[in-house]
Each structure stands twice: as structure tokens, then as C-alpha cells.
């Protein structure tokens, strides 16, 4: 498909907010661009405050038809709303490739992961059960018994960032339909047509009227009033740690889930696979133009192989196609917007005016960025401390495996890291003592599935996502205890 018909499919009309199942018109809208030239792509309405509450009134509703709803009944709706999802999947993936400037062939990723979100979510509804607490453990509990109930919270709020933007919008819209309550999402102001295209998806898989509800426009604005009506249950908050915190903040009372930033970091022991540990670092280091949360960062590898591993990662760097995001054979397009590529273009500057090596990339033109490789970073530069957001990885090299260990922790962020190694005892000695949610062990940490447990300790933020361990953060754990003769 060529790049001009892609961008005819995409371009929406000025559709509105979507509020109570249906469409709510706004007195003006935001031009929303593909990053990679600037061309328009769609609409966004700018709502205003009294969008936000007319949302949540709406999303009250919702959360009351939601949580009538048995276990299989949400259940089914989700596995609904996934068949709709695949059956959009190419249609989803040119929206997620428009407003994202990834390249279409991961926007495609998405679009399929997205699905594979919901049947996850789908499967934990169906099973969603408490627990039977033995009352009599001390003196004093004797002729009680007790059980848990997962009750839903009501009505959620939902902000999330541009990078993935149909799947990070499931990763909270599934778990919270899962779990029996509403949403009201706020999307990137870059990135909402993927979740206003939900929006209608869910609708049409048979959602209650104000089960999802996006509002768009300007985030922190929008955010302020989504923290005060005391409706909003909930905040589950995807993005950066400085505005995480903002929210955290703001929340009050409000349980809140913050899934931030990180510089990820991967260790390569000389027993490590070494084609293989090249062959992730490109993928995990440059997918999205690095704009992945856990995108590979920092590369700590054994002086004893680290000549060998450079050579391999900067010609395996070289054969990656930059170009139109449209073009199938497109690996790396742009950064989310011009001034994204100029920050991380002066980063790089700062590195190598500090000693670093800059061994391949990082010419910019526009928002497009080439993959740039740094080799021997000091470690007081902004590219080995903090989150870059870019394509950019930074090659360490290390005698002790100890110094790595202390070297990767070195970083207020805890989300995922890795080691390649095949001494098994080592990875797992290794993985205990790495600050971070989650480690791969012979891999790179840029690896997610939608089921598993994902989220981060220190200041990569707190609560986990993946549909079971989200749903326990959006319900309430409620104790019954009955007293026998
Ligand atoms: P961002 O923090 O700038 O924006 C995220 C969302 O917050 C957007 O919807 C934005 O409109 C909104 N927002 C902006 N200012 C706000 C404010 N003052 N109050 C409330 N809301 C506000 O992040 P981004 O640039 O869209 O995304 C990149 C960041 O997201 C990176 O740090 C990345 O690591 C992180 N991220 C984390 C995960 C994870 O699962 N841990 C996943 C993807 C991205």
C-alpha cells in the first residue's frame, strides 16, 4: 500500500469526544501530524472541563451496568471487543502508524498484541474469585470462618502516553472492564485516534453506554479535572516520572498506579550468546526509535568480548532501513516530534563532547534520528543516567561482574533489565540482586508480554499491569466472615 493511500484511510473527520457511547461535538480541535513530515493526519476535539464531568457522569453509569454484569458476561464482552480489534487490525495499525510515526510494521505488531491483551483480560473476568481465610490461625479466631470477594471500584481514570497507543489504552481498559468498573481515558495529545477508533470498536462489541469514554485534548489540564470530581475512583497513569509525580500528588485519597520511565540496562557475561545478544540489542535498542520504555540503553559487556560485540552491533546497526513509516521496509522512522530528535540529537553532542566515541548514527533530518551507537560514555552524561526516549544505545565495558551489577542498579529507575549468560547459577544470582520489576535472563530487557506482570520499582513507578495483576489493583478485596456455634 502505498503512503498516500494509507494516509486517505486514516485522516478522520472531526468526530468529537466520545462520551456515553456517542459522539459529543467540541468548539475546537487539534490538528493531529504523522511526527515523520508533518503532514495532517486527523482531529482531535479540545474538551473542556465540563467534558470531563459529563464524562465521568457518564462513566458512573457505565460502572454501575458494568458491574451487574456476571463474570462470564465481561468475559465474553472482551473476547467481543477482541474479535472487532482483529477484524480493524490493518486498518488500526495505519492509525497507530499515522498518529505514532512508528513504522507500519510494528504498528502491526501492536494492532495484534492488542488483541492478545484482551483475551488475557477475558480469561482473568471469567475466573475473577477471592479466598478462603482460615480465621482460626491464632486463638481467638476459633468457629470463624472468612472468604474474599474482588469487588470493582467504579469508575477509573485512565492517562496514557503516545508510544503505544492502542495497547497501553487495553492494558488499562481491559483489566478495568475486566474487574467490573468504567473508564475515562485521556490519551496522548499526539496520539488519540487509536482510542477514539476504540472507542467505537467497543461500543459496536455490545460495551454498557459509558463503560469507555475518551475525552481528548490538553493533558494536564484535563488531568487536574479528572483528579477532582469524587467520582474518579481511580488514577492509572502511563508515562514520564516528572509527570507522574504531578499526579501522584494531586490524587489525594484516589488509589493511583504509575507505570514510568526508565534507562534499561543489559549485561553481556563472556559466556553469553553473543549473536544473539547483538541480534536483541539492535531490536530492543532501536524499535520505535527507542521510544519504548524498556528500550535497551545501557549495554554493560566484558572487556573480553566487548571489541566483538561492537563490530557485530554496529554492522547489524548499519543494514537498518530509515525512512517513510508507511514503507513496509521501514525500521526506523521518526521520533515523535522535531524537538524529541533535536533533544536527543544534543544529548548525543554532549556525550561525545565528554569523551564518548559516537561509532555509528545520529544524524538527524527533522524528527528522524539514524541509530547512534556510543561507545566509552562517562558516566556523569545525561545519556547514561537518564531516560533518552531515542535511538540511542551506550556501550560500557567492565572487568568485575560485580562493578556491572552496581553500575546497572546505579539508576533511580527499576523497571527491567537483562544478562546474557549460560552459566544458569550466575543469571539467577545475577537476577536477585538487580533493583528492577522485571529481569530477562539471556535477553535484552526491551521484552514484554501482554499477560505477564509488568511495572517498576524505585522510580519507574508502582502497581503492576498485565491484565491479572491489573485487575488486582482495580478492585477492592472485601472480607466476609460469618461466626459459627
Ligand atoms: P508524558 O508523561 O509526557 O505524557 C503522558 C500522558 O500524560 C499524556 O497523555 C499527556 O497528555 C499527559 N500529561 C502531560 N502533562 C501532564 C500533567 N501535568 N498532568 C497530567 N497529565 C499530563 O509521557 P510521553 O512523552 O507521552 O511518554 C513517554 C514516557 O512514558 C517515557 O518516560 C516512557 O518511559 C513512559 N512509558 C512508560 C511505560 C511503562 O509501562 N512503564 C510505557 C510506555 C511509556
Known sequence: MSASSISEIVVSKKQGLYIGNEWVGAAAYDEIKLPYDGSIVGYAAHAEDSDVDRAVAAASDGARSMAALANHERADLLLRIAEEVRRDQAELAQIICSESGKPIKEARIEASRSANTLVAAAHEARQLHGEVVPMDFTPGGERRMAMTVREPLGVIGAITPFNFPLNLTLHKLAPALAGGNAVVHKPAERTPLSALRLAEIVTRAGAAKGAYNVITGNGPALADRMLRPPDLAMMTFTGSVRVGESIRAKAGLKRVTLELGNNSAAIIEPDGDLSTAIARTV?????????????????????????TYLEGLVA????????????????????????????????????????????????????????????????????????????????????????????VNSTPYGLQAGIFTSNLNRAFTVARKLQFGGVMINDVPAFRMDHMPYGGMKHSGFGREGPRYAIEEMTDLKLICWKTD
Open 283 to 307: 531490536q530492543g535498542a532501536f524499535s520505535h526509535s527507542g521510544q519504548v520504555c524498556v528500550s535497551v540503553q545501557r549495554v554493560f559487556v566484558h572487556e573480553s568480548i566487548v571489541d
Open 316 to 407: 547489524a546497526t548499519k543494514k537498518l532501513r530509515v525512512g517513510h513509516p508507511y514503507e513496509p521496509s521501514t525500521d526506523i522512522s521518526s521520533l515523535i516530534d522535531e524537538a524529541a530528535a533535536i533533544r536527543v540529537e544534543s544529548w548525543i553532542r554532549e556525550a561525545t563532547d565528554s569523551g564518548a566515541r559516537l561509532l555509528c548514527g545520529g544524524t538527524r533530518r527533522f524528527a528522524t534520528l539514524e541509530p547512534a551507537i556510543l561507545a566509552d560514555v562517562p558516566t556523569s552524561a545525561r545519556i547514561s543516567c537518564e531516560e533518552v526516549f531515542g535511538p540511542v544505545v551506550a556501550v560500557y565495558r567492565y572487568q568485575q561482574l560485580d562493578d556491572a551489577i552496581a553500575q
